[in-house]
């Protein structure tokens, strides 16, 4: 049988090996999740935010604004942005697939405009990309409910 003190080491020493091998795992977790954000740098040094007229968007023509900010506020001018919304096709509303790609004009203070059409109304991905001196600044991606019909 096991004395006393024994048992109170071997459950310490239990303690401290489970707390190791916890914290090992969240070491190597969190050098994972820190890759990951590395990765896309250029998207966290910009901020992109996507406005349109009509508001909310529609089926038919829509002008899109997109505002492009460093990280503190400053306007980002003299960028190419495009725009590209996107749809998957629907077969069982005998509907194909839809994209439509607008370029954003530099209207200054950061400011980018374009025009397009939207082929449907319902949910659409969008992706927004900015390129300056033919290095990609910013991405985003999100969706964008359009009114009207299909």
Do not use: C
Not at 9 to 30: D, K, W
């Amino acid at each position: 049988m096991l004395s006393n003190f024994a048992v109170r080491v071997f459950s310490v020493l239990s303690v401290l090996a489970i707390s190791i091998l916890f914290l090992a795992t969240e070491m190597g977790h969190s050098s994972v999740v820190r890759a990951q954000d590395n990765a896309p740098a250029t998207q966290k040094k910009t901020a992109i935010a996507l406005t349109t007229d009509p508001s909310p968007a529609q089926k038919g023509s829509n002008t899109i604004r997109i505002k492009l900010t460093d990280l503190a506020g400053k306007p980002i001018a003299g960028a190419q942005v495009t725009v590209t919304f996107f749809m998957a096709a629907m077969p069982a509303m005998n509907m194909p697939e839809m994209k439509t790609v607008i370029k954003g004009a530099d209207k200054g203070g950061g400011m980018y405009e374009g025009k397009g059409m939207l082929g449907s109304g319902g949910i659409w991905e969008v992706t927004i990309t900015a390129q300056q001196n033919g290095q990609k600044i910013a991405a985003k991606k999100l969706t964008v409910k359009a009114t009207g019909g299909v």
